[in-house]
Nanobody, 127 residues
Framework: QVQVVESGGGLVQPGGSLRLSCAAS????????MGWYRQAPGKQRELVAN???????IYGDSARGRFTISRDNAKNTIYLQMKDLENEDTAVYYC?????????????????????WGQGTLVTVSS
């Protein structure tokens, strides 16, 4: 019913740049905040960046100053522009979206808040 799909991952050399995309699709009433998280081997998943529908942003410590999150509401898509990449940035990057859906059962119809995760896209930074 609702899904997000990441794209743009790949292999890049240290100091290089990469741009990730995440598109939301399906039946939802409202697409709200969206964000990027990452998980490196043997480590916990951590926040990279988050952006509200209105464009307010929050960055994790590892991303601040090097990464930029943006969104295109007409396309239900967010982006992550990464520069000055380091070996430590190697991870699976996951997209997250907060949505409202309309639930008609049980009656009466009402809204439900739903958190949706993508399958992830692998970013490898290596020389």
């Amino acid at each position: 019913q609702v899904q997000v799909v990441e794209s743009g991952g790949g292999l890049v050399q240290p100091g290089g740049s990469l741009r990730l995309s995440c598109a939301a699709s399906g039946n939802f009433f409202s697409l709200n905040a969206m964000g990027w998280y990452r998980q490196a081997p043997g480590k916990q998943r951590e926040l990279v960046a988050n952006i509200t529908r209105g464009g307010s942003t929050i960055y994790g410590d590892s991303a601040r100053g090097r990464f930029t999150i943006s969104r295109d509401n007409a396309k239900n898509t967010i982006y992550l522009q990464m520069k000055d990449l380091e070996n430590e940035d190697t991870a699976v990057y996951y997209c997250n979206a907060d949505v409202f859906i309309i639930v008609d059962s049980p009656a009466p119809a009402h809204y439900k808040y739903l958190e949706v995760w993508g399958q992830g896209t692998l970013v490898t930074v290596s020389s």
